[in-house]
């Protein structure tokens, strides 16, 4: 089985040193620390309102996960923003480049590194995770849905750090870097939306309607699709109730057209999940295109 150069020595040489160890350790720690402390909060709630402590475990799920995908987005960046700015500062980069592998190939091999990575960290918290199934009676197909969504976290948060690797000499300035990409998409998405509720707070001070300007709702909501923490708030208000958050909102506006029929079962995470690996892919090529030698030498000549 053919298996990528890069991807069989990172993961060899980290499997060999301690680093991975303690990383498990801290991950695992900061999950314990948060399933107590929702223990907590879930024992003090059933002491007032229910004696059933074992229905209430069914939160759980949602707390751990949201949990681990934080870690996740904070760490992959870190990881592959140093992927390639990293042999860069060991002077190592040229000797890679000059090997048979394609430039694509080295960005892939260096992403699916960090992948695995996650992933291991993602198999170590399945005994905690289980409780929300075991105990909780939570139907175990959304186990694969909490995977799905960790590897979609991975692939998007990776691209980024690589991206930003290609960019910059050194690995510090890369993962600043990445962090501001996060900023694009987290308060980024939310521009429009903002300056659309500026907008109709001025219409409602000159007596005009405040949804007037219902037609420009259904167009500044769209770039939501690729907010990361729309997308999670989605996930998991599907997962606890089975509805889209904003069939409710949108209930109220009376907004119509594409983004009511996105708001609809599970359309707005299939579209969402489609755009960030579109996304993704499009980080991948242009960090391909970065620091692929032939078009640099083209250019010079």
């Not at 229910?50 to 681990?68: E, F, K, M, R």
Request: charged letters at 10%; a positive charge.
């Amino acid at each position: 089985m053919w298996l990528n150069p890069i991807v069989k020595k990172d993961v060899k040489v980290q499997s060999r040193s301690m680093k991975i160890c303690f990383g498990v350790l801290a991950y695992e720690l900061i999950l314990a620390l948060v399933f107590f402390l929702a223990m907590f909060i879930i024992q003090e709630n059933s002491t007032y309102y229910t004696d059933n402590i074992y229905s209430d475990l069914v939160g759980l799920y949602p707390v751990l996960a949201i949990t681990q995908f934080v870690i996740l987005g904070v760490i992959v960046p870190v990881r592959t923003a140093s992927a390639i700015s990293g042999e860069k500062e060991r002077q190592t980069f040229d000797i890679m480049m000059t090997t048979a592998m394609t430039p694509f190939s080295v960005i892939t091999g260096k992403v699916m590194t960090a992948i695995v990575q996650s992933m291991l960290f993602i198999a170590a918290s399945l005994p905690i995770m289980a409780l929300s199934f075991v105990v909780g009676g939570m139907s175990w197909s959304y186990l694969f849905w909490f995977f799905a969504i960790a590897l979609l976290i991975s692939i998007f948060s990776a691209s980024i750090g690589i991206l930003c690797s290609s960019l910059c000499k050194k690995s510090v300035s890369a993962v600043i870097m990445s962090y501001g990409f996060y900023l694009i998409f987290f308060i980024g998405t939310l521009v429009p939306i903002i300056l659309y509720e500026i907008y109709s707070i001025n219409y409602w001070y000159t007596g005009s309607s405040v949804y007037s300007g219902k037609s420009y709702w259904e167009n500044v909501a769209l770039p939501l699709l690729l907010n990361p923490a729309v997308y999670l708030a989605e996930f998991v208000t599907l997962v606890m109730t089975g509805e889209s958050i904003w069939n409710n909102s949108f209930d109220m506006t009376g907004v119509g057209g594409p983004i009511r029929f996105l708001a609809g079962g599970n359309r707005w995470i299939i579209t969402s999940t489609i755009l960030f690996l579109a996304v993704s892919f499009l980080f991948l090529r242009l960090a391909a295109r970065r620091i692929d030698p032939v078009r640099k030498s083209i250019k010079k000549r």
